[in-house]
């Protein structure tokens, strides 16, 4: 089946709740839904979270992207022919959420014209992964107040804290109160977006080293190399890179330098087609990953449930699949769901779910 048109829908959804980290903050859900339509009615579907502060791209640039460059290169081809699809967007640097959400689509789609669900085409290996939620910065009491909330109403018992304020010591505060109130009843693992220097990342992970975090992320810049590599060698946990390794080739780089031990897959960044090469590399060079959130909305957490789960070595740890809960509303006709911890997904052809054109029309930007 050839690819006949392609959609890049601007849309904007508020946050109950604005999620805020070193490197920024969410107060909209302001997104792209990308529609690849093929012959016979059939499309797919798939979300692009524009985040300026960690790739550089918008949702104005994401439209244009998509519209003026990706969709001449690739309308006609046929939708399975993946790789030359590929070839062809990668001519463009850079854009990897625009990349990201139309090869997500083109899955959808091939799921829809094979009949067949897009995680059993990718690897089938289970239905269900256990949840991560994501806590922003807050005041220790508050954030103590949401991740036990999270605890009750949802049954989630991983939480990624995220830290790199300064002074330091605010973050450490957050992460001794949360194994204070918990005990060993949670696991917590901390994500810095960058924004603590070499030597104070290595200051509070001492502070915290009775803390038994899981694991720390993007503490400081993977572009300070030196103070970096230096972090990483003295660091008793692994250390994750998320934004530094938006492409396979920087998870190399990364891996080889000594400025990460271990890989964040987000497929809002790097699709089902090129997550596989980031996931196939991770698993052969015997680095440990987990499946993280771009603070997506429904569309895009389904996307990243599909893919996690259909491999073994995305399905160990919780994936970050909650986020979606802080916002007003969505665009799936069926809201997704989290019980016991767990997301289940849905048995549908392609990824399983709907977007619901009512809703679409309410939050779609122009006309
Ligand atoms: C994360 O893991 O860093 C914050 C910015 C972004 O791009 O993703 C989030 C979460
Ligand atoms: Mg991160």
New binding site residues.
Partial sequence: MKITRIEAIPYAIPYLKPLK?A??AVHVAEHILVRVHGEDGLYGEAEAPP?PF?YGETQAGIKAVIEGIFAPQITGLNVLEREKIQARINRTVGNPCAKGALDIALWDLAGKLLNQQATTLLGGYTDRLRVSH?IGFDDPAKMVDVAQSFVEQYGITTFKVKVGRTPFQLDVAVCRALRAHFGDKVDLYI?G?RGWSASDSARALRAMEDLDLLFA??LNPADDVMGRRWLVKQAKIPFFA??SVSRPAEVVRELLDGSATAI?IKTARTGFTQSQRVLFLSESLGVENYI????DGQLGTMASLVFGSAYQATSGRAAELSNFLDMSDDLLTEPLQIAGGEMVIRPGAGLGVTVDEDKLSRYRLGR
Avoid: L, V
């Fill in positions: 980290f490197s920024g985040r960690t994501m994500d977006n992320e993007e998320d934004e964040s993280g959130n771009q603070i």
